[in-house]
């Protein structure tokens, strides 16, 4: 068995594209996908507090992406709602209890708790600045890396951080394990 990905994610994502554009994206995103991974989607058998494979996971960003024509740009706006759904409840309150730089180091423990391979640690950090380290993140591809990416922008904005940019400094390519991004705001 491979490095697997929480079924909530798969949920969140696809939530996040009907969101963003609406159920007939979601219908085509998934007419789009291998039959097994279709099917789990359809029949709910795709179980949000289950296991699957990561490779099901690059699938369905592969699918949104070529059906929407959006490119990466896709991605990075499913990473980004998806995290601003995901996050309610005891997370929403927490993260505008805490500081931007603070809420990177609570989204570096969220991110074992959607993906089974790989860790992140957060290499320095200030005010205004934070800079993270993902390694060990077997199966991840550019749509992978691109939503984790657009999800830490999205935690910093709820913990107030304004005018949030992001620079990968290393890694993130289409077959890479390994990635490291600074994040600045103000």
């Known amino acids: 068995m491979g490095p697997q990905v929480k079924g909530i994610a798969y949920r969140s994502a696809l939530r996040a594209l009907e969101h963003l554009r609406g159920l007939p994206a979601v219908e085509s995103a998934i007419s789009a996908m291998s039959p097994e991974l279709a099917d789990s989607i359809r029949y709910g058998t795709l179980i949000a507090a289950s296991w699957y494979p990561i490779e099901w996971y690059r699938e369905l960003f592969t699918s949104v992406v070529s059906t929407t024509g959006n490119n990466n740009g896709i991605v990075h706006e499913i990473g980004r709602e998806a995290a601003r759904l995901d996050m309610t409840g005891i997370y929403r309150a927490a993260f505008k209890l805490l500081s931007p730089q603070s809420v990177l180091g609570l989204s570096a423990r969220l991110f074992s708790n959607y993906y089974d391979t790989g860790s992140v640690v957060i290499v320095g ?49 289409l077959s890479d394990d390994c990635a490291e991004l600074q994040a600045y705001w103000t």
């Open 125 to 173: 950090s200030r005010s205004g600045f934070a800079q993270a380290r993902w390694t060990n993140c077997t199966g991840f591809d550019r749509n992978l890396w691109g939503e984790v990416f657009a999800s830490v922008e999205m935690y910093l904005e709820l913990a107030g951080a304004s005018q949030v940019r992001t620079h990968i400094v290393s890694g993130a390519g």
